[in-house]
């Protein structure tokens, strides 16, 4: 067979003006060759290589027939069908005749061997589709599509949308739709930004540092009360002794303890111990009250002060 292949390829009709010239013709020829040596010793997938290299070169009825009986041992239906295909195809001389009822019977035990997929994809235009890697025109897409029996990968993509993938396991003769749907992708949303914590500002540094007590209010009402009577407790306090000695002194003089001298001497000593008395309380009063208002920092309202002094009742 072999030699009968490489007569085949020699008689291949005379090329054309588009055909390679003949250096290249023998390059071809040498692909052919080693490729049918491969061949003869089951080294399927390694002659496959060489003829399609020879393919590459010059189209040849031989070369595409050989093509095809190497995919169909090495499983690979599909392919192997449409190799034989084109050799039928192809203007039939005498030296590729006897291989015309050969790829015909070979064409028939593959069709049974088949399986078909049906793909469909819905929830987004202009999809992609892929099986085992290999990117399906858009145009078959919904159409009963020949594979080999096996396991098969199909995968659907479509920009913003979602990956959609199913494993297949087809077996001769079966045939498997398979309806892919392809779900938008869902944009993320920028977080709403975290609120800014308030800054803190230290106080600035004073020049000074606070005094550690209070400074006394400024002066009203009250504290002009306070300051009147001290200063007319002390006042009267002067004019009271003032009038207490003077009645000590009137009284020295007097020529005796019974007489006008005497009594007048002893009411300026009355007089002077009441006015003193009632000057010695207000004094007081008003000290005590300016005293206090110092200690607690600020000035109150005072209920009336009322200072008696034998039988005489002032009120401030």
């Known amino acids: 067979m072999f030699a009968f292949a490489l007569a085949a390829l020699s008689a291949a009709p005379s090329a054309r003006a588009d055909e390679p010239n003949p250096a290249d013709v023998a390059v071809a020829r040498e692909h052919f060759k080693a490729g049918a040596k491969l061949a003869e010793e089951g080294k399927w997938a390694e002659a496959v290589v060489r003829y399609q ?44 005749k006897p291989y015309e009822k050969p790829a015909r019977e070979a064409i ?3 069709e049974l061997k088949l399986g078909y997929v049906l793909v469909r994809v819905s929830g987004a235009p202009d999809a992609r589709v892929s099986i085992d890697g290999v990117e399906l025109p858009a145009a078959s897409v919904g159409e009963r599509r020949p594979v080999d029996p096996g396991k098969h990968a199909v995968v659907a993509r479509a920009p913003g949308y ?17 309806e892919l749907t392809l779900a938008p992708i869902e944009q993320p949303t920028d977080p709403a930004p975290s609120p800014t914590p308030p800054a803190v500002v230290a106080p600035p540094k004073s020049a000074t540092p606070p005094p550690l007590i209070a400074a006394p209010q400024q002066a009203g009402p009250a504290r002009a ?30 020529p005796s303890s019974e007489g006008e001298d005497a009594s007048t001497a002893l009411d300026l000593a009355l007089a002077g111990d009441v006015v003193g008395g009632v000057g010695l309380a207000a004094l007081g009063a008003g000290a005590i009250w300016l005293i206090v208002d110092a200690v607690r920092g600020e000035p ?17």
């Open 53 to 96: 290299k020879s393919l590459e070169i010059k189209r040849a009825p031989i070369t595409l027939y050989s093509l095809g009986i190497a995919n169909k041992e090495l499983g690979r239906y599909v392919i192997a069908i449409e190799s034989l295909r084109a050799f039928l195809a192809e203007p039939l001389v005498d030296a590729t």
């Open 162 to 178: 979602a990956e959609a993938s199913r494993e297949l396991d087809v077996a001769s003769g079966q045939q498997l739709e398979v």
């Open 300 to 316: 109150e309202p005072r209920a009336p002060v009322r200072v008696t002094a034998r039988g005489f009742e002032l009120t401030f």
């Open 108 to 110: 028939a035990e593959l």
């Open 225 to 254: 009360i306070q300051w009147a009577l001290v200063g007319g407790g002390g006042g009267l306090f002067a004019i009271g002794l003032g009038v207490g000695v003077a009645g000590i002194v009137e009284a020295s003089g007097a």
